[in-house]
């Protein structure tokens, strides 16, 4: 089993910044990849970004550019740095991790709320 916990989420003015952060513990080891995800009222749940544990990354269109995922030296962190934010931004952001490539998360965090007020 792996948990997950992301914290770091609030509420923002368009063109504000914030850095959402996912602790993970347990079987670390079978991870392969860990992602962003988020999803508003009314959608579902989309890719913003993932890494692999070569530190390969990939991000949604939406995002390029103004957000940046990366994990901390241990690889027990993960961080998303989302600049210049916009309203279209508002989601609860979740993590995840991936036991396979092309797979889906396996294992999910309980969300963080980020708000970017216009």
């Known amino acids: 089993q792996v948990q997950l916990q992301e914290t770091g989420g609030g509420f923002v003015q368009a063109g504000g910044s914030l850095r959402l952060s996912c602790a993970s513990s347990?079987?670390?080891?079978?991870?392969?990849?860990m992602g962003w995800y988020r999803q508003s009222p009314g959608k579902q749940r989309e890719t913003v970004a993932t890494?692999?544990?070569?530190?390969?990354?990939n991000y949604a269109d939406s995002v390029k550019g103004r957000f940046t995922i990366s994990r901390g030296n241990d690889k027990n962190t993960m961080y998303l740095q989302m600049n210049n934010l916009k309203p279209d931004d508002t989601a609860v952001y979740y993590c995840?991790?991936?036991?396979?490539?092309?797979?889906?998360?396996?294992?999910w965090g309980q969300g963080t709320q980020v708000t970017v007020s216009s």
């Open positions: 995840g991790a991936l036991l396979y490539i092309n797979s889906s998360p396996a294992y």
């Open positions: 347990g079987r670390i080891f079978n991870i392969y990849a």
């Open positions: 890494i692999t544990n070569g530190g390969r990354t």
